[in-house]
């Protein structure tokens, strides 16, 4: 904060896949906000949707039987939107309140069932599931959990990529753990995807297994993978989906949980038992209109059939700079993609990534540093490839320039 103080970068306005900063100088934003605005700025029609929504109910909460007609629409259209032939979605503020819901759903779905032993939520090493109590006890990036310790003991993580990892550790704590979490590709952790047949090896082994696996798709989702929902590019079908950022392309807060079939009916059938939890915010109403404005636009422009398409070109761009000196890797899946610098500059310059992002400002590129060991690229799905193009050689240029700052 000390070094933030009076040398903030202050965005002041956006158009597409370009920002303005305070000083009136222009920028390409190659991390989309954080990972979020899929549209791409400057879409009067989600700020005309909210507006008019707010005209009329602003907000109202969602507490026992109250709802409001955004909401349920809203959570019609996403559960058409997901891999799910039923479900139900359960809306919050954000991804990190999504996580929350969905770990607290998972132990609440054991314990109707008489199977109060079942507490343990496991995640991966990388992994990044925000910051929350749940979020930031589950993270896989040592970093986050510093100073903090594990506010959540009932947590474990498992490798990146070894799916037996997670046998072994149902085996070591039989009959204990309530459910799986993992990003279809770990985003924060330095876009990373999971090997060939993992994801399947996973849905394998919970449903043998019987714990849950939930899948968080707060930055996969609704289209950054080139498909609807990340898991669906990956053919397996989880029992829970956390979503946020794409529902509204962060244009207003929003994210939640979709319940599979699996959870949904347990809940929802006569007699069942109830599910204490909610936020002031749940279900609100101009968030809600924002939302379904949003995925008007996302459908009626086919931007995941964009983004599936923009892919090749993506990592035909950025490819070229695993050539430089610092750079040791060059990850790209879907609209994503991350810059990884070679371990011997990470260990001689402290704090090397966010240095790099300023100079790729510095160049005209909007990026952020990933686990402090590479740089993000998630831009909007409106794109241009020559955008693109303008995205990795100003990231190139500000890489170069750091060279001369480690020689």
Same mark, same amino acid.
């Given at each position: 904060?000390?070094?933030?103080?009076?040398?903030?970068?202050?965005?002041?306005?956006?158009?597409?896949?370009?920002?303005?900063?305070?000083?009136?100088?222009?920028?390409?934003?190659?991390?989309?906000?954080?990972?979020? *605005?899929?549209? +791409?700025? /400057?879409?009067? !029609?989600?700020? =005309?949707? %909210?507006?008019?929504?707010? &005209?009329?109910?602003?907000?109202?909460?969602?507490?026992?039987?109250?709802?409001?007609?955004?909401?349920?629409?809203?959570?019609?259209?996403?559960?058409?939107?997901?891999?799910?032939?039923?479900?139900? *979605?359960?809306? +919050?503020? /954000?991804?990190? !309140?999504?996580? =929350?819901? %969905?770990?607290?759903?998972? &132990?609440?779905?054991?314990?109707?069932?008489?199977?109060?032993?079942?507490?343990?939520?496991?995640?991966?090493?990388?992994?990044?599931?925000?910051?929350?109590?749940?979020?930031?006890?589950?993270?896989?990036?040592?970093?986050?959990?510093?100073?903090?310790?594990?506010?959540?003991?009932?947590?474990?993580?498992?490798?990146?990529?070894?799916?037996?990892?997670?046998?072994?550790?149902?085996?070591?704590?039989?009959?204990?753990?309530?459910?799986?979490?993992?990003?279809?590709?770990?985003?924060?952790?330095?876009?990373?995807?999971?090997?060939?047949?993992?994801?399947?090896?996973?849905?394998?082994?919970?449903?043998?297994?019987?714990?849950?696996?939930?899948?968080?798709?707060?930055?996969?989702?609704?289209?950054?993978?080139?498909?609807?929902?990340?898991?669906?590019?990956?053919?397996?079908?989880?029992?829970?989906?956390?979503?946020?950022?794409?529902?509204?392309?962060?244009?207003?807060?929003?994210?939640?949980?979709?319940?599979?079939?699996?959870?949904?009916?347990?809940?929802?059938?006569?007699?069942?038992?109830?599910?204490?939890?909610?936020?002031?915010?749940?279900?609100?109403?101009?968030?809600?209109?924002?939302?379904?404005?949003?995925?008007?636009?996302?459908?009626?422009?086919?931007?995941?059939?964009?983004?599936?398409?923009?892919?090749?070109?993506?990592?035909?761009?950025?490819?070229?700079?695993?050539?430089?000196?610092?750079?040791?890797?060059?990850?790209?899946?879907?609209?994503?993609?991350?810059?990884?610098?070679?371990?011997?500059?990470?260990?001689?310059?402290?704090?090397?990534?966010?240095?790099?992002?300023?100079?790729?400002?510095?160049?005209?590129?909007?990026?952020?540093?990933?686990?402090?060991?590479?740089?993000?690229?998630?831009?909007?799905?409106?794109?241009?490839?020559?955008?693109?193009?303008?995205?990795?050689?100003?990231?190139?240029?500000?890489?170069?320039?750091?060279?001369?700052?480690?020689?």
């Amino acid at each position: 904060m000390g070094a933030v103080d009076g040398n903030e970068f202050v965005v002041t306005r956006g158009e597409g896949a370009r920002v303005w900063d305070s000083a009136g100088r222009e920028y390409l934003d190659a991390s989309a906000g954080l990972w979020f *605005v899929s549209v +791409g700025h /400057g879409r009067a !029609e989600i700020a =005309d949707a %909210a507006a008019a929504q707010m &005209r009329t109910l602003a907000a109202h909460h969602c507490f026992f039987d109250h709802a409001n007609e955004p909401a349920i629409e809203l959570a019609d259209r996403i559960v058409e939107f997901s891999p799910f032939v039923d479900g139900a *979605v359960f809306f +919050g503020s /954000g991804g990190s !309140e999504a996580v =929350d819901t %969905a770990c607290k759903l998972a &132990r609440r779905f054991w314990s109707a069932q008489g199977k109060d032993q079942k507490t343990i939520i496991v995640s991966r090493q990388h992994g990044y599931h925000g910051m929350n109590a749940y979020g930031t006890s589950l993270g896989g990036i040592p970093a986050n959990l510093e100073g903090y310790g594990v506010m959540i003991p009932e947590t474990l993580r498992v490798s990146w990529d070894e799916p037996e990892d997670l046998e072994e550790l149902l085996d070591r704590y039989d009959g204990r753990v309530a459910a799986y979490i993992g990003e279809p590709v770990i985003g924060a952790g330095g876009v990373i995807e999971a090997p060939e047949g993992y994801w399947k090896e996973i849905r394998r082994i919970c449903t043998e297994r019987d714990i849950l696996f939930i899948q968080d798709e707060v930055i996969c989702g609704f289209g950054r993978l080139g498909t609807n929902f990340g898991c669906m590019r990956y053919g397996v079908e989880p029992d829970v989906i956390t979503f946020a950022k794409g529902v509204t392309s962060g244009y207003l807060p929003l994210g939640g949980v979709i319940a599979g079939p699996r959870v949904k009916d347990l809940f929802w059938a006569e007699g069942a038992p109830p599910f204490r939890h909610g936020f002031t915010y749940t279900g609100h109403a101009a968030c809600c209109a924002a939302g379904l404005a949003n995925l008007d636009i996302v459908e009626r422009e086919k931007l995941v059939d964009r983004v599936a398409e923009l892919e090749p070109v993506m990592a035909e761009t950025f490819a070229p700079l695993a050539d430089l000196d610092l750079v040791a890797e060059v990850r790209s899946v879907g609209l994503l993609t991350g810059i990884e610098f070679t371990p011997e500059v990470l260990a001689a310059t402290p704090g090397f990534a966010d240095k790099a992002s300023v100079r790729a400002r510095e160049n005209g590129v909007v990026t952020r540093a990933l686990r402090g060991v590479g740089l993000q690229v998630s831009p909007p799905f409106v794109t241009t490839p020559e955008e693109l193009k303008g995205m990795a050689d100003g990231m190139a240029a500000g890489i170069r320039e750091m060279e001369a700052v480690v020689s």
